[in-house]
């Protein structure tokens, strides 16, 4: 009778800890074998996102004016890392790395500490905020073509890249973003913001890989004034500016920087007030 | 964290005056936790009331409840945060980045009203003082805890430390954890090295226990020592010493090694020489959509003095000498089933039978015929449902049994210290904690919970004059808060 008893009780428990449990929901956001349900995503943004990017999602969370760069307004549903054409929205997968890579140089973290189960969530959660995840599909992802071989002649090539492009008048001759329009800079939302000091950071934003860097090239960043280059240079160019890039980042070594190295190569240094060449 | 409940002046070691007829209470319980799991309350909080913020709110912006299962127990994402040496490790973590009027400093003190009560006290005899009685005795009252102060972060990249003074209620201090640790040497997040006084690496904290009281607010089975036992140790007394302490980047794969001096983390080397050792590791993995469980093991092995070398007449303690061995080893287990998790800890003790017995190593008449080195088992079960960051009922049960008493045993006699034992179950010991922390409000510089607790702990034929078991319970209403 007793055991009885207790069984029942434990029965009981059990239960109610799970009617409190909300049901799957439709599926809204994938990635992989994981499928992600906002019900769920919501208690966990009111755990960990919503000092920050707000009860709306609007980016106005209590800590929001103390922290810079502004926190992502999700009602936008326009995101920085993205693996499909700029304008459009991102992967769910894109999403999903960003929470768990978080943003250096930025109060966001790294959640990877949390499960992929949750972190899908936060991605089904997040995308109720906008209706453009109703209306729009996402768009297509880039096509990232294999490397180009890493040689001296690519990162000369990409040197003029950075020349011709004018990507020096945001992120300064060295790639300390400190270019002649740096401080001019704003955001979508009219927010103050920086270039990218190469110099400074050994990660990017969007990953550390030199593909990263390539799909930044070609998605640009957008709400930033970081374009898409994806109309204006070829795969092999870009590959060769990722190679001079990673050149200017002076606290890696990398492959790069030991072959300019090696080879006693000696880059002239960026023309501010010439359009290209050596 | 810090002692921040047993400041509280209430028990800290159980050595024998304890007990419990909690079958009722055990009936009770989940009752009163399902009714609160049920309750409108629990559940209603909405979406834009909350105003989470961490205790390094001000550092990095992040709310409370990201670190903090409920607050101070720390959920995955907090423990990865503490074992990076209180970084993100998204090149925000240097001081220089902060304001200079920025001073990462807390204060938490817990005012209260509690009850106290214990069915078979040792009390004086009124009319002969020189005589002891048992009786019962019950004391209520408004009250304070101890306080804690606590400041830590970092000092530049990859230099954390963590600094708790910490006084009783009455306001004497000492420092609770003094420590600087250096994080990721040769960039590997399996290096860091602790120097100074710190919380074991234990995988349940009793630095961030949920239960506050006298009789719940400490793990009994980190303090628990037979009854006549010489050994001060607790595994949850914070130690002083050196820690070697690596992590798989994600948390999911920790370890921790320590070398400790022997003096239960009292300052000035009281026991004169001796050094201990802690191991632990632990493996996380998921489980679907359950969330993260967690199995890990530990190992203390340790030494205790069992007489002094003194001067003054026995005013200065100059050494600690018949070092006698002791050891504590256990597996815990965290499980979650998304709202609902389960902590189950088993842990076996043994001491040297010096220690057990109290007598000292240099004692002319050396052991009692039939004395053995003391062995016992203990359990430890602890539940949760977080309803939400604002709302979290607790639940925990321990037990411990003697399997080896350290002096033979005599049915027809008390306990008479140094010579018999009752019974081969004489000190065991059950603990029966629930109650609930409900956080009204959040927010970036101070916290605050409602915390009501009601403990009752019984201990087997530990009465002083009579021999029968000893129930003692607390009930405890408190206004917790850290600014």
Known sequence: MKTNFYKLLFAIAFLAGFVNLPGAGAQEAQVGKLTGHPDQGKQLYRRYCIGCHGPRGDGAGENAPYIDPKPRNFTQATFKCRSTPTGTLPLDSDLYNSIGRGFDNSNMPSWAPLTDQDRINLVAFIKTFSPRWKNDKAGAPITIPNETPVTVPSIQHGHDLFQKLECWKCHGPEGRGDGPSASTLTDSNDQPIRPYNFAEGSRFKCGATNQDIYRIFMTGVDGTPMPSFADVIQPNDAWDLVHFLRTLQVNREGPERALLKSSGTKLQPIQPSSGGGR | ?????????????????????????????????????????????????????????????????????????????????????????????????????????????????????????????????????????????????????????????????????????????????????????????????????????????????????????????????????????????????????????????????????????????????????????????????????????????????????????????????????????????????????????????????????????????????GARSPQWNGALIESHYTVNPQFILINRYEFIRMSQQALPVDSTNIFIPGVSVPSSDFGNLDSLTFGYRYYPFMHSRAGFAFHNEYAIVRQRKVAPVTGLDVTSSSLFLGFDFIY
């Not at chain 2, 070691?13 to 304890?18: I, T, Y």
């Not at chain 2, 400041?151 to 003094?178: C, K, M, Q, R, Y």
């Not at chain 2, 061995?325 to 709202?339: E, P, T, V």
């Open chain 2, 1 to 369: 964290m810090s002692d921040h409940v047993r400041d509280q002046g209430y028990a800290k070691k159980r050595k024998g005056v304890l007990g419990c007829s909690a079958s009722l209470l055990i009936l009770i319980a989940p009752l009163f936790f399902v009714a609160l799991m049920c309750s409108p309350t629990a559940q209603a909080a909405p979406l834009t009331g909350i105003r989470a913020f961490p205790a390094f709110a001000r550092k990095y912006g992040l709310p409370c409840s990201a670190c903090h299962e409920a607050w101070p127990k720390l959920n995955a994402f907090g423990q990865t945060f503490k074992d990076n040496g209180y970084q993100l490790g998204n090149d925000r973590d240097a001081p220089i980045w902060q304001q200079p009027t920025y001073w990462p400093v807390a204060f938490r003190i817990t005012p209260s009203w509690h009850r106290e009560s214990v069915d078979r006290n040792q009390v004086d005899d009124l009319n002969n003082p020189a005589n002891s009685l048992e009786q019962k005795t019950t004391t209520h009252g408004f009250d304070l805890s101890g306080l804690d102060i606590l400041t830590g972060g970092t000092l530049a990249n990859n230099i954390s430390f963590l600094l708790v003074p910490s006084a009783d209620n009455t306001g004497a201090f000492h420092f609770e954890s003094a420590w600087v640790r250096f994080d990721n040497l040769l960039h590997s997040s399996y290096l860091n090295i602790k120097v100074g006084k710190f919380e074991l690496d234990n995988l349940l904290s009793e630095k961030r226990i949920l239960t506050l009281s006298d009789q719940g607010g400490l793990y009994q089975l980190y303090h628990f020592v037979p009854v006549g036992d010489s050994n001060i140790f607790g595994l949850g007394d914070n130690q002083l010493g050196a820690e070697l302490m690596g992590h798989s980047k994600n948390d999911r794969t920790r370890y921790s090694a320590a070398l400790l001096s022997s003096n239960d983390g009292n300052v000035s080397v009281p026991n004169g020489h001796g050094y201990d050792a802690f191991l632990t590791a632990s493996q996380a993995f998921q489980a679907g959509g359950l969330g993260l469980q967690r199995v890990g093991a530990f190992v203390y092995l340790g030494r205790s003095p069992t007489y002094y070398l003194t001067q003054g007449g026995g005013s200065t303690q100059l050494d600690g000498l018949g070092q006698k061995s002791f050891y504590r080893a256990g597996f815990i287990g965290m499980w979650y089933l998304k709202k609902f998790d389960v902590t189950t800890l088993f842990m076996h003790g043994g001491e040297n039978a010096f220690l057990g017995t109290g007598i000292a190593a240099n004692d002319p008449n050396g052991l009692p015929a």
